[in-house]
């Protein structure tokens, strides 16, 4: 079973330039979440999707920070404009509820560095 | 608002021996927890996972054990080598949710 599929592994950007991510989750998972990991913390949840819906978004800066996940599948999380406290690594997980008791699985992340 | 706390925040050790990270939440309302091994530049790796109505998991030299109702987690590592050496983090789950809320992690180094 091919495990969860981020891209891209790193990026460094300007400040003020915008950024995209993209995450696959694994097959047949319907909850996917973007988590933000900043250097010495742990992952803090962004968004979670069910299916193609909005869960749970309520730590996502929404001013600069959007996402969405078209046919209940693959995802995006797109940052514009991006700040130096951006700077992090972009974590994303999926899980299904019917099965591994909602274990989440995660990918490789995307290390993102903001200059 | 669930918090969870690590302790140590790193550890150094000698290959073989046996030790033990910590892990606290403020919220005993959980339906599960779970301890994850991060390596440098790399995801999370699930390591176990606890049900809430579960006392303690094992895998290989692993186990962790869950205490809800004083809110505490340990992870014990036995015979312990530097294929170890690596971020552990602990991760609770709340009842009716999804959402995972992580601690800061232990950095735990093995030597040779």
């Known amino acids: 079973e091919a495990g969860v599929a981020q891209s891209p592994r790193y990026k460094i950007i300007e400040k003020r330039q915008s950024v995209a991510f993209w995450c696959n989750p694994i097959s047949g998972h319907a909850t996917l979440y973007w988590y933000q990991q900043i250097l010495g913390q742990g992952p803090k949840l962004l968004i979670q999707?069910?299916?193609?819906?909005?869960?749970?978004d309520s730590q996502l800066p929404k001013d600069r920070f959007s996402a969405e996940r078209l046919k209940g599948v693959d995802s995006t999380l797109k940052i514009q404009p991006a700040k130096l406290e951006d700077s992090a690594v972009y974590l994303c997980a999926s899980s299904q509820l019917s099965r591994d008791r909602g274990e989440q699985y995660f990918g490789p992340g995307t290390r993102l560095t903001v200059t | 608002k669930q918090e969870v706390t690590q302790i140590p925040a790193a550890l150094s050790v000698p290959e073989g021996e046996n030790l033990v990270l910590n892990c606290s939440f403020t919220?005993?309302?959980?339906?599960?927890l779970q301890w994850f091994r991060q390596d440098p530049g790399k995801g999370l790796t699930s390591l176990l996972l606890i049900q809430s109505s579960q006392r303690e998991q094992t895998s290989g030299r692993l186990n962790a054990s869950l205490d809800k109702s004083s809110g505490r987690s340990t992870l014990y590592i036995a015979a312990s080598q530097p294929g170890d050496s690596a971020t552990y983090l602990c991760a609770v789950r709340r009842l009716g949710g999804n959402k995972l809320v992580f601690g800061a992690g232990t950095i735990l180094r093995v030597k040779s």
């Open positions: 999707f069910q299916n193609n819906g909005v869960v749970d």
């Open positions: 919220d005993s309302a959980i339906y599960n």
